[in-house]
């Protein structure tokens, strides 16, 4: 009887192992990082619109030929990464992505 309580104690052991390794995998998994990597991209965002603003304080492109194309171009691939760009245009999805930048006026 006793050889038979020893190997049902490490059968029990042995799920509780598994049970604890399963559950630390689902802390790890890419679900429960995409919430740290939106939280980066929102952080680059802001950064990046920081410094569209200081080169095109207005938001009106009056300015765009002086903001940097890295910056531009970091900015329409994180904004794109977050869902907040539909246009085509880099110039305008940046604008439109920035949340610093007032909305356009829109029709009329």
């Known amino acids: 009887m006793k050889g038979v ?3 049902i ?6 799920i509780l192992a598994v049970i ?3 559950s630390l995998l689902i802390f790890v998994s890419p679900v429960f990082n995409e919430g740290q990597s939106r939280t980066s991209n929102e952080l680059k965002r802001t950064r990046l619109c920081d410094a569209y603003v200081q080169d095109d304080p207005k938001c009106d492109g009056t ?3 002086d903001v940097d194309a890295q910056i531009v171009q970091d900015l ?10 539909e246009s085509l245009n880099r110039d ?4 439109d ?7 356009p006026l829109r029709g009329g």
């Open 5 to 7: 309580s020893l190997s």
């Open 20 to 22: 604890v390794l399963a």
């Open 97 to 103: 992505c920035c949340i610093i930048c007032p909305a």
């Open 92 to 95: 305008d999805c940046a604008r």
């Open 63 to 65: 300015g765009a030929r």
């Open 76 to 85: 329409e691939e994180t904004c794109r990464n977050l869902g907040k760009c």
């Open 9 to 14: 104690e490490t059968i029990v052991i042995l």
